[in-house]
């Protein structure tokens, strides 16, 4: 059933391609996010901004439907903070290592194909990459999409109302448009230049997202 959910589904948002890197076939769905104008934006309606290094992969969530067809899932990473830039006060401190739940996941298709389930183009956090990062604390567990069932116990830990922040598992804000790969300006603008969706690790990109990620780094360059 689920070569017929990817075959519609690539279908109808005409969005089906290769991710080079590793020969995963793409399939985007859509998302209820609008996107965001400004740096401002994505300040205030974060809970933290920080950079940080992706560390390992803790495990995948697939949600199904009553009819055992995957329509939405979830890739659990960890995340190792290397700055903070949230003014907010915050319990996390540099060196921490967070939970974050990425809009994406993987699924073993026909002929030995893997697919990759992405909203807006959204590509997963690589191992050892720095990244830029704003995060919302994840309150989906007892929520109308409380689905989830969390295997890994340190994860599930993030579910259990604690005010601890460096226990809490977090959403990427946007569900896609809180994610920057670190780059100084001089490589951030010829990655704009050549529309350079590699190098910018997204699926693809506009002339608002440009927009928003020269403001992150000019942000980041200067504090």
Not at 29 to 53: H, K, N, P, Q, R
Not at 106 to 134: H, M, Q
């Amino acid at each position: 059933m689920f070569f017929t959910f990817v075959f519609f589904a690539a279908v109808a948002v005409g969005s089906l391609y290769y991710y080079n890197t590793q020969n995963i076939v793409m399939v985007m769905i859509d998302s209820d996010y609008g996107g965001y104008d400004s740096l401002g934006d994505l300040m205030a309606t974060s809970d933290i901004f920080v950079e940080a290094v992706a560390a390992s992969e803790l495990e995948t969530e697939i949600l199904y439907d009553e009819n055992e067809v995957p329509y939405d899932g979830y890739t659990v990473k960890e995340v190792i903070v290397t700055r903070i830039f949230t003014d907010a006060e915050t319990d996390i401190k540099v060196g921490d290592t967070l939970t974050v739940f990425e809009p994406y996941f993987e699924i073993n298709g026909i002929l030995g194909k893997r697919y990759g389930v992405s909203r807006k183009g959204y590509l997963p956090l690589e191992e050892a990459v720095t990244y830029y990062l704003f995060l919302n604390r994840n309150d989906m567990l007892g929520s109308a999409e409380g689905e989830v069932v969390i295997e890994d116990e340190e994860v599930a830990m993030g579910f259990g109302g604690t005010t601890d922040e460096k226990l809490l598992s977090y959403l990427i804000t946007g569900e896609t448009d809180g994610k920057f790969v670190k780059m100084d300006m001089n490589d951030l603008n010829l990655a704009v230049a050549n529309s350079d969706t590699e190098a910018l690790q997204v699926g693809e990109v506009d002339d608002g997202y440009f927009e928003l990620l020269k403001e992150v780094v000019e942000h980041v360059e200067v504090n």
